[in-house]
Structures are given as structure tokens and as C-alpha cells.
């Protein structure tokens, strides 16, 4: 993992790093979630061993949870390590952040102490990060809490309560963990904390609720203990009915969700969640009201946004009666669905423009394509498909689409626009991101299927020559800027960085909201426009090209790009380098057909 560098980062690895993350809720006992945590360490974040220490009532620790050698675990598992000798350890070692690291040449900082560890002898390190056998690296856990640090406030971790520590050895790569390693496993370490303090929550509350239904002589004191355990839950909760015509309706929530939700706790009771989850997410609600049941979804706030929860239901039953009501455990994950996304921003986005990278680009590109050729659906099969053929690929103009043209936005270079004229897509899969709105553009995509009843609209392309045959298609338009080295060896990279962001954005500017402009590496850039016919392509480029060549004033000078654009279609049967390389080809004949005037840049 720590071979892999912002903002490259694999989609693999968040997925792996995502997965162990979400599966330290999954846990239905305090055991069972320790040995989790472990287990995540080792799984997801690439260390060959993993201990966790769990804080005893006393304030010792004791080694709770082991992973990656049954040696080791069978050695020092349920062994204790004085508060003292933690203490010591955490305070003098470097900090890594809410890391704290121990490099094997201060070893004198482990002597003298009971804190129980494995390890064997090893070379000195060949070189400056290389892992010795002697290191040490601890990621304290600390118990969640309300709110968040203060600016100038105290530093991490103080003041808070420990839960426990996870000590990690042995990383696969050999080295020591870089920026990203450190912010995972940072990261791993608090939803670690979440995890145990919640299965700590879930086991206490269960036991009241026993006590409630078996003993009515200690019914008051049960009942106090559960409300006291519910309204001060550091995370939502919440207790709804089931069954009969009021079921789902919240009987009672604690602050924690009163406040997530902006809501006062007598408007609460007026609802259930299926009136405050996001329209989208109802699916998945109704999936949960199984005893265990948990999923991820969004709830309504007062001030009509929405937040991401993690929702985990309990029944609570009787003996004779069977189930009662509902229990539902409420945690604020947007932080962590904020994190998720900016990572999968960068791992498909290019750092500097903003735009879709070239591996996002062949995604979204492989998406509309199937290994069937278009020529081979029947005219039958195209019917089936609810007139996608002929209504759904004219890009929603319709007969108009010449005309919005004329009718569009203009430039900041005074050029007319290329206007939608109709609804925009979808967008790229997936939720939209409260936090972000990039204009980035994509498709709605739906899977290829193989009869005639799928969803999938096969591409085709015009027949080609200059006259428009009416048939409308996905336009590949491949761009290559004119005198871009020239500007990069006088001016320097600052300056060719500059053109290109400027670039992309004329480029962004000039297409609809619906269709995908991509940065594939260095000066080329690719286009893609559904809906489009052959003249429309042609029209396209030519209003794409005059809004690269104004002058683009960068440190108080002027610089010209001159653009070459080759048109492509996308069309099933071919893969995704058949379509981008028929359309680098045409370019390429464009370039050379162009004068060489035409080109220069200034």
C-alpha cells in the first residue's frame, strides 16, 4: 500500500482499505469485534502482525486480540501491561500524528517495562526507512466524542479517554509506512474505537433490556439504566414501534440525533424513518428491518439537507407477546463518505485540470460498448428497446438541435456556446456528492445486456463522408493543441500549466452538461458528445477550436494555442483503443492537412 502515492492511489486499495473498515461493524460481540480489528490491520492495511491492547477496568492493558502468527498469539494473548509501562512508552516516542513510533536505535525506551511483545532479531536496515525487526508502532484508540477540536485547542488525544492500543509489525512492503500508510492506519485506528465503543454500547443495552422483560421487581431501576445508556449514547439513537398501522413511527430518539438532524425531539415523533430518508435510499430501508439488520443511507435534516448514517436495528421481543418495537442505532458517517470520495476523486480525476483521467475516460467510454456489432440487431430488437434507436439518440434535441446551437451560451472569447437544448444526463454512477459540484461531466450508464429486453442502447456510427445521414451517435473528438512545446521551453512548465487548465475549461465551457471532457495526458484531450450526427461532430469541433485560440494571458502575457481535433464514433463491436485510436488517426490527418500557419502559437 505505501508504495502507492497521492493521487494514484489504486481503486483496489480503497476498496480493501473501505471493506475492513466496514467490517468492524459487523462484529456482534465486544470478542468478536477486538479480533476484528485485528484481523483489518493484517487484511487491509499490509502488516504481517497486529496486536490489540484493550484498557482494563484497572487501567492495565491486556493483549485482547491477535493476528497473524498462532506463535505469537498462543505466547502473549490475555497477558497484562501496566498503565505505567504504556504511558511511558506513548509519551517518548515520535509522533506520527496520533502515531506514535519507537525505531529500533532507542530500544532503551522498551527496557525495564512489563508491556508484553514479540519480535525477533534481524540486520541493521540498508536503508533510511527500511523496517527493522526492533521497531515499534503503536496507533493509540481513544473514545469517541462529540464535536471536534478547537483551533489553538490541545493536542490529539489529550484529554480523552483511552480505549485500548493497536500495535502493528512487520509491513509487507518492508518499509516504513509513508503519508498515506500513517493516515490510514490513523484513520483505521478511530473507526477502531467507534467500533469497540459501540459494541461496548450494544452488548450494555441488550443486558438492560434482558433485565427489563425478567425481573419486574428491579423494573424501575432496568428502565434507568437503559434511558440513561440511550440519551447519553454519543452516537443517534432511537426506538420505533412495530407492527400495526403506526409501524416504524419513532416513539422516542436522543439528543445525539435530535441534534445530528436539527430537529427538536416532539417534531420527531411525528415521524418515521421512511419519511425522513432520502427518496433514494427507501429500498434500502425497508431491507432492514430485520432483527440485525444495517445499512448505509442518508437521512433528511430541517434545513432539507441530508447526511449519511450508518443504521444498525434491533428487535426487541417478548416471550409471550413477540416483537415489540424496534431499536436503531444511529452513527454519523459523512466524514467518513467525504473521505471515501475525495479519495475516489483523485484516483480517477487529473490532479491539475480537474477533469476525468484517461483510465476514468475508458471506463466511461467501455460503458456505452458491447462485443455485439449495432448491425447486428434486428429491427425487432431496436423496437424493443422503446425507440431508443431513434428518439433516444438524438442527445434530446430532437429536430432543434442545429438551432440550439445558435441559441447557446457564448464564451468568454465572445464564441457562441454549445447549448444542451434538453435535460441534462444523469451523471457519472453513483450518488451525488453534497460537497462537491465539479463540472464534471459523464453519462448515465446501463449494462449491456444480450436480448432484446436489456436496457443497453446500442451505439452506432453515421455512414461517414460529408453529408449528414441523419444517424446520431456518440462523437469521439480527439484534441491535440497546437505550439504547446514552444510555450512549455520559453515560458517554462508554469506557464504551460496554466494554458492547460485554461484549456480545459473552454473546453468544459463549450460542451453540455451531458457529455465528457477528459484530459488523456500531456496536450491531448478527448471529447465525448452523445446525440451527435455527422455535421453536428464537424460543427462541434470547428466551435471547440475557435474557442481554444484566443490569446491566454498568463504572468501578464499573452500565449496562443492553436487546437487539431479528429473526429471518431463510438460503436459497438469495437473496444475502447479501436474507437480512441480512430479518432487520434483523423486527427492527426487533420493536423497535417491544416497550413502550418494555421497552427503557430504565440
Sequence with gaps: METESEPYVRLSTLRQLHQ?????????SLADTLQTVADGVVAGLNYELACVNLVRPDGDLVVAAFAGSSAAEALITGRV?????????????????ELRFIPHTEGWVLMEDDVPQWHTDGPAPRFEDEWHPHDRLYAPMYAPRLGSARPGG??????RELLGVISVDRPRNGRHPGPWGQEALQMYASQSAIAISNARLRSNMQRALVRLEREQQALRASEESFRQAFEYAPSGMAIAEMGGDQHGRLLRTNDALCRLLGRPAAAMR??????????????TLLRTSAEGGRAELRLGRRDGTYVWVSLRNSVV????DGPRFLL??????????RHELQLAHRASHDALTGLPNSAELRSRLSARLCERPAAHVSADQAAGYGGAYESGRDGGYGTGYEPAYDQGHADQSGHAGYDSGGPAGPGHPGYESPYEHEHDHGFGFEPAGAGPYDHHVHMVAPSGGDIDDGTKGLAVLFCDLDGFKSINDRFGHHTGDAVLIEVARRLTTGVRDGDTVARLGGDEFVVLADGLGAADAADLAVRLRNAIIPPIRV?????????????????CGMTVEEVLNSADQRMYVEKRSRAKVHRRAG
Design 317 to 320: 421481543a417478548d416471550a409471550a
Design 20 to 28: 475492513v473498515v466496514a467490517d468492524l461493524n459487523t462484529a456482534r
Design 270 to 283: 411525528r415521524y418515521s424513518f421512511a419519511d425522513l430518508v432520502h427518496p433514494e435510499d427507501i429500498g
Design 81 to 97: 501491561g501496566s498503565r505505567a509501562s504504556w504511558d511511558r512508552r506513548l509519551s517518548m516516542a515520535t509522533a506520527w500524528g
Design 154 to 159: 490541545p493536542p490529539p488525544g489529550s484529554g
Design 555 to 571: 504572468d501578464g502575457r499573452a500565449v496562443r494555442v492553436g487546437a487539431s481535433f479528429g473526429i471518431g464514433w463510438a460503436e
Design 328 to 337: 436503531t442505532h444511529v452513527e454519523d458517517i459523512e466524514e467518513r463518505k
